[in-house]
């Protein structure tokens, strides 16, 4: 299921472009879900920018029941369309795995403006919550934490070159992912943690372990700064 901030008018070109993206890919689309929200308790600066969220839901062909090929098939889906869609247009996630419901939200809000949260029919195993106010970024509905798979506190005072050496190798990482001329291995405009998210996020689909993968991450950034891990 994906999970997606669109803006609020003139938004169904961009559906159907994710619904042609997902038959390029040899995913069957199942269908739209408007999400229900509650804008009366939002401030004015969340009022003014909310999108429109919208779920859809997709499944690998009858004949492909490999867990990790759908992911990792998904996976390339979102980064085909960040790259054709490229504004007033955010997947918060899109996953077999897991669904990330987040906004420009008090933690007191979150269960409100989101009725799903609330419903006895929606059940998890667990469920992990991160809150954390902008710092060097300015607020918005894509910035807010959880990313898809980390939440992370503070600046990365190595992040300039962190983003050229992940751009340096974009070619080598498409290749090796089988991706087109579209890929790109960073969202761009993010902020610091979105883009860290990014990077572990390449990892994992290019076999790594999430152990080893944000050990990598750890020792790049203290590489660079002269510090050893």
């Known amino acids: 299921m994906g999970m997606l901030f669109l803006r609020r008018d003139g938004n169904g070109d961009k559906r159907r472009t994710v619904e042609a993206i997902a038959a390029q ?103 992990i919550f991160h809150q954390r106010f902008s710092t060097n970024t300015q607020p918005s509905w894509p910035l807010a934490q959880p990313f898809r798979l980390l939440a992370h506190n503070g600046e990365i005072n190595t992040i300039v070159g962190n983003r050229r050496w992940a751009h340096a190798r974009e070619a080598e990482v498409r290749q090796r992912l089988n991706a087109g001329a579209w890929f790109r291995s960073l969202e761009p405009d993010m902020s610091d943690s979105a883009s860290l998210d990014n990077g572990l996020e390449l990892l994992l689909q290019q076999s790594s372990t999430a152990e080893i993968a944000m050990l990598q991450l750890a020792l790049q950034r203290s590489n660079r700064t002269g510090h050893h891990a």
């Open 25 to 127: 890919r040899g995913l069957r689309f199942l269908g739209w879900r408007e999400v229900p929200v509650d804008t009366s308790i939002l401030g004015w600066r969340a009022t003014e920018t909310v999108p429109c969220i919208w779920q859809c839901f997709l499944a690998a062909n009858e004949d492909d029941e490999d867990d990790k090929d759908l992911e990792a098939e998904l996976f390339l889906l979102r980064k085909q369309a960040e790259a054709e869609l490229t504004s007033d247009f955010y997947f918060c996630s899109l996953s077999s795995r897991t669904i990330v419901y987040k906004g420009l939200l008090t933690p007191q809000q979150l269960p409100v403006f989101y009725p799903d949260l609330a419903c006895d029919d929606f059940a998890s195993k667990f469920a």
